[in-house]
């Protein structure tokens, strides 16, 4: 059974974020597409730098590798 009330979204919220590895304090910022260049994926990588941010790249394309190298070098926790 779904219950959509605040209690309930509150504990789904809380179950998935522990699920996932992810603070509270965290913002999930998400992207779904194909990893290419002329969609800018990179900003998001760029955008994250510093902040308490986990990308999510849910997608494939040739930017994948370098995308990932790049998250590494500015230690931005990214998925993909």
């Known amino acids: 059974v779904f219950r959509s009330d605040e ?3 509150a504990a789904l919220r809380a179950e998935a974020r522990r699920d996932l590895g992810v603070g509270e304090d965290q913002l ?3 992207f779904f597409g194909k990893l290419v260049a002329h969609k800018r994926p ?3 990588v760029q955008a994250a730098r510093g902040r308490p941010w986990v ?3 849910v997608g494939d394309g040739a ?3 370098a995308l990932e ?3 590494r070098g500015a230690r931005v926790a990214a998925r993909f």
């Open 42 to 44: 990179d900003l998001l």
């Open 63 to 65: 930017e994948r590798e």
């Open 69 to 71: 190298a790049a998250a």
């Open 55 to 57: 990308l999510q790249f």
């Open 28 to 30: 999930v910022v998400s």
């Open 7 to 9: 209690e309930s979204r």
